[in-house]
């Protein structure tokens, strides 16, 4: 469920909002690897903290549970929604960790592409041909297939088998 940003303002405090703002799209793909590892870091910390409450709320509620204040929790709307949008930008974090993890790895392996690539044209320059060795030059000789081909297609050799099968199955019925 989307949250509008005056919820968020209500719900969570200014670190968090804070937090929560970075992970948003214009200033999460601003920010550099360290800072967006930092960035995580922080807003897992939150919400798990925030989801542990909730937790603790929830047992409380249900009677599990021995109350951490004064009165029982009757209610934890509030904990939900703040874990909801904690949860909703972890999301966002992650996506970009993730993204940026593809990238990179594009990235290299286009590098290793061309790495043997390169390589390989070095290797084919430098190869000289020397014949005095034990090397098959000319590669594998194709061996032909001594197995005759079927010529009779698939679809005919079944229906000729159900033929018989049903042929014989009217005989033993008689």
């Known amino acids: 469920m989307a949250v509008s940003q005056k919820q968020e303002q209500r719900l969570l405090t200014k ?3 804070e937090l929560v703002q970075k992970s948003r799209h214009p200033g999460v793909q ?9 960035v995580t870091k922080l807003l897992r910390e939150r919400r ?3 989801q542990s409450d909730a937790h603790r709320m929830r047992r409380e509620m249900r009677g599990k549970a021995a109350p951490k204040g004064a009165q029982p929790v009757t209610k934890d709307h509030g904990t939900k929604a703040k874990l909801s949008v904690l949860a909703m930008g972890m999301r966002r974090l992650n996506g970009e960790q993730e993204r940026r993890r593809q990238l990179g790895a594009r990235i290299a392996l286009v590098e290793n592409a061309r790495h043997a690539l390169a390589l390989t ?8 041909d020397d014949f005095n060795t ?3 030059h000319q590669g594998m000789r194709a061996v032909e297939n001594t197995k005759a081909k079927s010529l009779v297609r698939p679809m005919e050799r079944g229906r000729l088998r159900k033929a018989a099968a049903v042929a014989q199955a009217k005989r033993d019925a008689r």
């Open 121 to 128: 044209k070095e290797k084919k320059t430098a190869k000289a």
């Open 48 to 50: 798990d903290k925030v």
């Open 30 to 38: 601003e920010l550099s690897d360290k800072e967006l590892r930092d």
């Open 15 to 17: 670190d968090e909002l």
């Open 134 to 136: 034990r090397q098959a």
